[in-house]
């Protein structure tokens, strides 16, 4: 008798077991469809989603999640749960999809996740079509003058081809250079530039001046380029960012390492030669070096020899060129600055530095005499006056 029992209940749990495993949810999400059924970069569409439940059992507690994935986005109702889909029924979720403007042309991914009220998770990918209808702007070339970036370089020219490689014409660009450390605009407004417009499948230049500091060294540094404008059809502005690489050379870089006069103490009327020491302290070698003086308003000299051929200096090492000038009769004694240019080869370029050094003049013995002798006049007069009114 016991068995019979033991029997039937087990029978009864298979039939249980049984009906509860023909009793099951099985979830598949697919996209129903798009309107408009062309996505365009920049537009909104109305995206439809349909849920259906293939399996033979209820499913409760469905929770439907849009997964914000570039350049997919949704402003409201990211979140949308379904109480209950019955067996063999199917139900329907509707998205209202922003697309981002810079979304490129093709296949972009859109994500959704759902969960059941036991906490299982399953996310999808869908490919949705977009066309872009848009001015796309890019950065086609970089050229610079002079032709290499190197250290210590001022109004170092920049052209940035931009192409528009989008549908439409962009208009009213305004283009914003953002230097990194080391670099800095060459003017107040050297860094930015505008272009009133670029057809599709054109390009423009963008100019740009900037000044690079001695302290750069060589390699490659990230710089940025904003980019505002309007398309053909659109009064709205769109602001877009690109990113630029700005290699910088290695180069010969110069210090006044030593300034030297014969004679020493130059007067006025001496002539005078200038030893001129320079040190190559850059990271390249330096050939064909020479150096040039300009005479300047208000510096009393008459230069003989104004410029000297040095030669190659290698990094690390020194040079030095002799310059030759005479004082004028008139100098008046006191520091004076003279203006150096200093001209080299560097991997077939010609690079230009300038320098400033200083000298000092003396008073001449000449005019230290007659000073000397007016004084002595002047105190031979006062004795002769003294004694002539004593004696009257």
Same mark, same amino acid.
């Given at each position: 008798?016991?068995? =019979?029992?033991?029997?039937?209940?087990?029978?009864?749990?298979?039939?249980?077991?049984?009906?509860?495993?023909?009793?099951?949810?099985?979830?598949?999400?697919?996209?129903?469809?798009?309107?408009?059924?062309?996505?365009?970069? +920049?537009?909104? %569409?109305?995206?439809?989603?349909?849920?259906?439940?293939?399996?033979? +059992?209820?499913?409760? +507690?469905?929770?439907?999640?849009?997964?914000?994935?570039?350049?997919?986005?949704?402003?409201?109702?990211?979140?949308?749960?379904?109480?209950?889909?019955? /067996?063999?029924?199917?139900?329907?979720?509707?998205?209202?999809?922003?697309?981002?403007?810079?979304?490129?042309?093709?296949?972009?991914?859109?994500?959704?996740?759902?969960?059941?009220?036991?906490?299982?998770?399953?996310?999808?990918?869908?490919?949705?079509?977009?066309?872009?209808?848009?001015?796309?702007?890019?950065?086609?070339?970089?050229?610079?003058?002079?032709?290499?970036?190197?250290?210590?370089?001022?109004?170092?020219?920049?052209?940035?081809?931009?192409?528009?490689?989008?549908?439409?014409?962009?208009?009213?660009?305004?283009?914003?250079?953002?230097?990194?450390?080391?670099?800095?605009?060459?003017?107040? %407004?050297?860094?930015?530039?505008?272009?009133?417009?670029?057809?599709?499948?054109?390009?423009?230049?963008?100019?740009?001046?900037?000044?690079?500091?001695?302290?750069?060294?060589?390699?490659?540094?990230?710089?940025?380029?904003?980019?505002?404008?309007?398309?053909?059809?659109?009064?709205?502005?769109?602001?877009?960012?690109?990113?630029?690489?700005?290699?910088? =050379?290695?180069?010969?870089? %110069?210090?006044?390492?030593?300034?030297?006069?014969?004679?020493?103490?130059?007067?006025?009327?001496?002539?005078?030669?200038?030893?001129?020491?320079?040190?190559?302290?850059? +990271?390249?070698? /330096?050939?064909?070096?020479?150096?040039?003086?300009?005479?300047?308003?208000?510096?009393?000299?008459?230069?003989?020899?104004?410029?000297?051929?040095?030669?190659?200096? =290698?990094?690390?090492?020194?040079?030095?060129?002799?310059?030759?000038?005479?004082?004028?009769?008139?100098?008046? /004694?006191?520091?004076?600055?003279?203006?150096?240019?200093?001209?080299?080869?560097?991997?077939?370029?010609?690079?230009?530095?300038?320098?400033?050094?200083?000298?000092?003049?003396?008073?001449?013995?000449?005019?230290?005499? =007659?000073?000397?002798?007016?004084?002595?006049?002047?105190?031979?007069?006062?004795?002769?006056?003294?004694?002539?009114?004593?004696?009257?």
């Amino acid at each position: 008798m016991k068995n =019979k029992i033991v029997i039937m209940i087990l029978a009864l749990l298979m039939v249980s077991f049984s009906y509860a495993a023909d009793e099951v949810s099985v979830l598949k999400l697919s996209v129903a469809k798009t309107d408009p059924l062309i996505v365009e970069s +920049g537009d909104y %569409f109305t995206l439809y989603l349909k849920l259906d439940n293939i399996g033979s +059992g209820d499913s409760r +507690g469905i929770v439907v999640e849009f997964i914000d994935n570039y350049p997919f986005s949704v402003e409201s109702e990211r979140v949308q749960e379904i109480n209950i889909l019955g /067996a063999q029924k199917d139900y329907v979720l509707e998205y209202r999809v922003r697309v981002d403007p810079n979304a490129i042309e093709g296949n972009n991914i859109l994500k959704v996740k759902y969960e059941d009220r036991y906490g299982a998770q399953t996310e999808k990918e869908f490919n949705i079509n977009v066309e872009n209808n848009n001015a796309d702007l890019v950065v086609g070339s970089i050229e610079s003058s002079p032709l290499n970036l190197v250290a210590d370089t001022d109004d170092a020219k920049l052209s940035i081809n931009l192409q528009n490689i989008g549908e439409s014409k962009a208009k009213m660009i305004s283009a914003k250079l953002e230097l990194p450390e080391g670099f800095t605009p060459s003017n107040s %407004f050297s860094d930015m530039d505008s272009i009133s417009s670029i057809e599709s499948e054109e390009s423009e230049d963008a100019i740009f001046y900037i000044d690079i500091d001695e302290s750069v060294e060589e390699k490659a540094y990230d710089a940025k380029l904003i980019l505002s404008y309007k398309e053909d059809n659109n009064d709205e502005y769109i602001t877009k960012e690109l990113d630029l690489k700005l290699p910088v =050379k290695a180069t010969p870089l %110069f210090e006044v390492e030593n300034v030297r006069l014969l004679p020493e103490n130059p007067m006025p009327e001496d002539v005078v030669e200038m030893l001129v020491t320079l040190k190559n302290v850059g +990271g390249e070698d /330096a050939e064909s070096v020479s150096i040039r003086a300009f005479q300047s308003v208000g510096l009393p000299v008459d230069f003989d020899e104004k410029s000297d051929f040095i030669g190659t200096i =290698k990094k690390g090492q020194v040079g030095s060129a002799v310059l030759k000038f005479t004082v004028d009769a008139d100098a008046v /004694a006191k520091e004076y600055l003279l203006d150096l240019e200093i001209r080299a080869v560097s991997n077939q370029e010609v690079l230009v530095f300038d320098k400033t050094v200083n000298f000092l003049t003396q008073e001449s013995n000449k005019s230290s005499a =007659k000073t000397v002798g007016i004084i002595a006049v002047v105190g031979v007069l006062l004795v002769i006056g003294y004694f002539y009114f004593k004696k009257k």
